[in-house]
C-alpha cells in the first residue's frame, strides 16, 4: 500500500464508525425531514394501522376456530350456521389481509418517496457547499474520498430514512400491540412469551458486538479497495508503460483478499443470528404447545386461543429481528452522518465580502503589490512580489520550475488569497469584489486542459444558454480550431470522452482557447503553459490565435518555451519566489542575468536536438 497512498492518515476518515445512535447528528439529519412533516406523520399513522391490520388475523383465526369449527366438531352448532359464521369470518379474515396490503403499499411508496426527497436536498446542499471550496482544500482532500461522501454515504443515509426511522416506530408498535393482544388473550401464555425475552437481549448484544467489528473492518477495507481502484484505473497507462501489471494484481489481491476476509467474518456471524434467533423461537413454541396443551385438555384454555398465541408469537419476533438489523442501518448512518456534516461544515475560506465593490468598466490594469504566498505555512512560494501590468499590456512570466510562475495565475484569480501584501484590479483589491465578478474578466487556457464527457459544442460553452451555436462556431474560427472540429464525424456534436481521451494534446488545447473567447473575458486574459505540449504546426496555430487575443487586452502568459513570448511587451522573471528582473526580451537579454542564462540553456539544448 505505501506506493499508492494508503497509509493509515489517508484512510483515517473512513475508519469513522459512528455511535449506534448519536442524538446531536439524529437531530441535524431528521432536520431534512422538515419540508415533508406532514407526510412523515401519514406515513407512521399508516404503519401504525397496518400494524393493527396485521395483527387482527390471528384474532380472526381464534373467532374461526372457537366460534365456527370447534362447535361444529362437538355438535353444539348445527353445520349450516358453523358454514355461515365461517363464511362470514372468512371475508372479514381477507378483507384484513387486502387491507393490510394496501396499506402496506401506500406506507412503503410515502416513506421511500419522503426519504428520496429529504436526501436528494441534502445531496444538492452538499454539492453545492463543495463548489464553493477553495482549491486548498481539494489539494487535501482526494476525489474519490469526496464522491463517497456524496454517493455511498448519502445512499447510507437514505437507507436509514427509508426504511429505519419510520419502520422502527412500526416495529415498536407491532411489539407494543402484540404484547397488548397477547395479555388479553390469556396472561398465563403471555408470559411464557415473555421469558425468552432476555435470552433475546443476550443473543441480540452479543451478534451486535460481533457484527459491529465486522462491519467496521468491511468499510475500512472497502475503502482501500475503492481508493485503490480509483488510483490503478486512472494511472493505467503508467502501469502498462513500466509493466507493472503483475506487481499490481499482487497489490490488489492482497487489499481483495482483507476485504474477503472482513467479509467472512460478517457471514459467519449472520449465518449463527438467524439460526440462533430461529432456535429460540421453535423452543418458545415448543414450550408455548406443551403448556398450552395442557390447558386446552383441562378446558382451561380454548383452541382457538393458542393457535392465535402461535400466530402472534411468529409475529413477535419478526420486529425484534428488525430492530436488530435497524440498529445496523443506524450504525451505518451515524458513521456516514458525521463524514457528511463534517464536510458540510467545512468553511469556504474564499468568501465575498459583505459589501462587494463593483467596477463599471474594468480597464485592465493589474498589480502585484509585496505579494508573498504559501500553500503550506512557513513554506513561501512567493516573497515580497511586486509589478504592475497596464491596462492591454502583454506582460510574460518566466523562471524556472517551482519559481513561483503558475501561483501568479492562482492567485490573480483569487482561487487562494496572499497572506501578505494584495492584489489589485484598477486599482481595487480583488478581496473587495465578488468572486464571479472578478472571474468574469479573466480567460484561463491551463497546460493541461479540462475536457468535460459530452460534444465539442458542449464543451466550448460550458452549459452557457445564453452562448449560440453561431458563437461557438465564431470562437472556433477565431482560435483556428474549426479545421479540426469540421474533420470530426459529426462536426460541433461530436461526442468526446471523459477528459476527452480521444483529442489530441493540441486539439484539446485549440478547444480551451475557444472556451475561453465564446466567454469573451473582457479585459484580462490568462494563459498557463499553454503551448508546451503541441506539435509545431498547432503551435502555429495557437500562436496565429494568441497575436488577435492580446490585441485590447491585457495578457499575462506563462511559458517555458522561450522562443513563444519575444514579442510580448514586457518579461517578468521569478527567482526562488522573487521577482529577480523585468524588461523587454533584448533588455534581459543585455542584463546577462537569470533570464539570459535561461534563454542560453534552452538555446543550446535546442542546438544539440537538432544537431
Known sequence: MAGHGGGSGFFQEDEILGKAYDASLSRRLFGYLGPYKKWVVTAIALLIVQSLAQIAPPLLAKEIIDQAIVPAVNG???RDEAFARLAL??????????????????QLLLSMWVGQKAMYDLRQQLFRHLQFLPLAFFDRNPVGRLMTRITNDIDALTDLVTRGVVAIFGDVAMIVFISASMLLLDVRLAIVTFLVLPVLVAITAYFRGIMRESFRAIRIRL????AYLNETLSGMSIVQLFTREKKTFEQFDTLNSDLL?????????????????NFTRSATTAVLFIAGAHWVVGSELSLGTLVAFWQLLNQFFQPILDLSEKYNIMQAAMASAERVFRLLDTPATIVDPPHPLELPHVR??????????????????LRDVSFTISAAESVAIVGATGAGKTSIISLASRFYDVQKGRILLDGVDIREMRQSDLRRHIGVVLQDPFIFAGTIASNIRLNETSITDEQVRAAAQFVN???FIERLPDGYDTLVTERGSTLSVGQKQLLAFARAIAFNPEILLVLDE??????????????????????????????????????VDRIVVLHKGRVAEMGTHRDLLAQRGVYHRLYELQYRAHEQTTA
Do not use: C
Request: aromatic share 6%; hydrophobic share 50%; proline share 2%.
Open 261 to 277: 476476509a472482513a467479509n467472512r467474518g460478517q457471514v459467519r456471524a449472520t449465518s449463527m443470528f438467524q439460526p440462533a434467533i
Open 481 to 483: 480550431a474549426d479545421g
Open 223 to 226: 475503502a482501500r479497495v475503492n
Open 364 to 381: 485592465g490594469e493589474v498589480r502585484f503589490e509585496n505579494v508573498s504566498f504559501a500553500y503550506n505555512e512557513g513554506e513561501w512560494v
Open 76 to 78: 353444539i352448532l348445527p
Open 530 to 567: 499553454a503551448t508546451s505540449s503541441v506539435d509545431t504546426e498547432t503551435e502555429h496555430l495557437i500562436q496565429d490565435a494568441l497575436r488577435k487575443l492580446m490585441v485590447g487586452r491585457t495578457s499575462i502568459i506563462i511559458a517555458h518555451r522561450l522562443s513563444t513570448i519575444q514579442n
Open 89 to 106: 369470518i372468512g371475508v372479514a379474515y381477507l378483507a384484513v389481509l387486502a387491507a393490510g396490503a394496501v396499506l402496506r403499499y401506500a
